[in-house]
């Protein structure tokens, strides 16, 4: 979708090519191994949705400077790293269609390559020399983190409301894109109800993203996802699909997730698809995804309406074609 809007054509592939070459410069290491392993998992063909967020802020309020390079190579890195972690935590073997960090060079060094990718991201924080964006990623970094271990502690519950789950996405994952918005907006001097707007938009953007994942794992490919389907289940997190059928699904439906949640069983996999397909579930998620890209899209109201503004509209609903 962003491919064929002319704003692409004519600024963000200069932009993403630039980011990439100082992800390239700040990815090396003289220690061979973090070098290895950090181009590894860097040249994976992420999207790179999150850095376009920060170039997008940036260039839709007029911002023009180098900086925004690095800013957004620093959201990449902290992404990456995060990646790194929860492949090791989750056990995964597979990330964008091929092997995992951890599973070609042990959980030991992903972890600690995870660790130098945050310190590094951090660097680039430094190079901005915003004491504001200083304090934006420190927190969203920690909020991050505290989603991770929300989630952790989640694995196996069948008792989680909605409204827990949307909380530990909106932390683990939206909190990322929200930040990544809000540096663009700070680098570029925006006026408090822009930064705000710009913030919520990355938050609700984040948002459908994950639950648009969380609908790919029954039915998605795994290059698309990331994972390999049904990794959700075998690790026991109760996903919105899970969470819709066991509140508002069969008896059977429930019982089903309820057993394959507390014991992690990848088997029950092709079970609970048959109850998902025969239900709601799906199409429930998504309507709570157009929602989120709504409220998204209404938060660019208060921005310049330019080719920035317009690529950011198209990279919202883009989390939406996805299941198209």
Known sequence: MLENLPYFRRHLENDLRRVNEV??????????????????????????????????????????????????AMVEF????????D??????????????????????????????????????MVGSGSMKILEVMADA?????????????????????????VQVIQYK??????????????????APEQE??????????GTAFQIIDDVLDYGGKPEEIGKNVGDDLAEGKPTLPLIYLMRQGSETAAADVRHAL?????????????HVAESDALGYCVRQAE?????????????????????????AQQSLARVS
């Open 23 to 72: 992800i390239d410069r700040a990815v090396t290491s003289e220690v061979a191994l973090i070098s290895q392993i950090g181009s590894y998992i860097i040249s994976a063909g992420g999207k790179r949705l999150r850095p376009i967020m920060t170039i997008l802020a940036g260039r839709a309020l007029g911002y023009e400077g180098d900086k925004l390079y690095s800013l957004a």
């Open 78 to 85: 902290i992404h990456t790293s995060t990646l790194l972690h």
């Open 87 to 124: 492949d090791v935590v989750d056990e995964s073997e597979l990330r964008r269609g091929r092997k995992t960090a951890n599973s070609l060079f042990g959980n030991a060094a992903a972890v600690l390559v995870g660790d130098f990718l945050y310190t590094r991201a951090f660097q680039l």
């Open 141 to 165: 970094t920690n909020i991050i983190a505290e989603g991770e271990v929300m989630q952790l502690m989640n694995i196996g519950n069948t008792d989680i409301s909605e409204s827990e789950y």
């Open 173 to 190: 994952t939206a909190k990322l894109f929200e930040a990544a918005a809000q540096v663009g907006a700070v680098l570029a001097g925006a």
């Open 196 to 205: 705000q707007a710009l913030k919520d938009y990355g938050m609700y953007v």
């Open 262 to 274: 507390q014991n992690a069983d990848r088997s029950r996999f092709e079970t609970i698809y048959r």
């Open 291 to 315: 929602s989120a890209v709504q409220q998204a899209l209404a938060c660019l109201d208060t921005l310049p309406d330019n080719e920035a503004t317009q690529a950011m509209r198209a990279l």
